[in-house]
């Protein structure tokens, strides 16, 4: 198929590119670049051996969007152009709403005048908002406590009416849990911008020497070792979800919500432990005050997606650990 991915050359963007590629789609890549950059597109050809097309725009510009896709006969659309931190959204809401609901609706706007009506949207298991069961299942209550996870939230009910109003539309919203990891090549990966807010990547950072040590925000939590609870899913998992999930599209119209994790948590300290086991470098760490906005536990209930999509996530938190050291250490 001829797919469209909107942000798609950022962190989990570029990764589930590899992956489509790989499963003979053709790939145009549609960003506007503030969050990544060119070099991206030779790295994915060193990767796949396919040089991916590289569209230079926003989503915000509807007619580029509309022009994109007729030109490229774009068959579906994967939507992950968006802004993503949850900390930063508090301080820039109008920014977050602009750029993920905003753009969100000058997509689907684009994307009606042309008649391509599949799309999988780039959700986050930050729409449970406090979870109420563990695991979280597709049918826990949605609520939100920051302006990030209200823009992915409206995003999906905005998706859900236009589905309801118009059944030619196939959207699937795919809620990822703690997306980590990094091609096996070494050659992409998670490349956040200044101080990294996620574990991961400052974990990385410290075991590089580039950060002193990492601050464990609470150990007081009510989990096994006091310290936060989280579904790490590894990016290429992620990427092959994305393939599954517009294969399914071929053949279902509709809404759907699926989660997209493991089902199993790790806490902050087992992940610690597996950086160091899989670096061969010590990650110093001291216990700092929980960070205001955070649950104890999160992990998901993968059922819907093996049903659905017939896919589940199959790499270990030492895969996770390892690609994500390779390239760090690969400093690229
Ligand atoms: C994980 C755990 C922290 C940093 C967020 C978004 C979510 C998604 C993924 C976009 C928590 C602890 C972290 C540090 C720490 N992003 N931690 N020291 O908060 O689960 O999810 O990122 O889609 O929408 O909400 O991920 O990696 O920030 O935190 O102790 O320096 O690590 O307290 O328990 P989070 P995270």
Known sequence: MELLLTGGMGYIGSHTAVSLTLAGHRVVLYDNLVKSAEV??????????ISPLFVSGDVRDTDHLTDTLRHYAIDAVIHFAGLK???????????????????TISLLQAMREVGTR????????????EPRYLPVDEAHPTGVT???????LHVE????????????????????????????????????????????????????GELAELLVFGDDYPTPD???VRDFIHVMDLAEGHASAVAYLTGHSGWQAINLGTGQGYSVLEMVRAFEAASGRP??????????????????????????????????????????????????
């Open 40 to 49: 991206m597109v030779e790295r994915l050809e060193r990767i796949t051996g």
């Open 85 to 103: 931190v949850v900390g930063e959204s508090l301080e820039i809401p109008l920014e977050y709403y602009a750029n993920n609901v905003q753009g």
């Open 118 to 129: 599949s799309l999988v949207f780039s959700s986050s298991a930050n729409v449970y908002g």
């Open 146 to 152: 920051n302006p990030y996870g209200r823009t992915k």
């Open 157 to 208: 009910e905005i998706l859900f009416d236009l589905a309801r109003s118009d059944p030619s539309w196939r959207i699937i919203c795919l809620r990822y849990f703690n997306p980590v990891g990094a091609h096996e090549s070494g050659l992409i990966g998670e490349t956040p911008q200044g101080i990294p807010n996620n574990l991961m990547p400052y974990i990385a950072r410290v075991a590089s």
């Open 226 to 228: 006091g310290t936060g």
């Open 283 to 332: 990650v110093p760490y001291r216990i700092a005050p929980r960070r205001p906005g955070d649950s104890a536990s999160c992990y998901a209930n993968p059922e819907k997606a093996l049903r659905l999509l017939d896919w589940s996530a199959r790499r270990s938190l030492a895969d996770m650990c390892a690609s994500t050291w390779a390239f760090q250490s690969g400093s690229h």
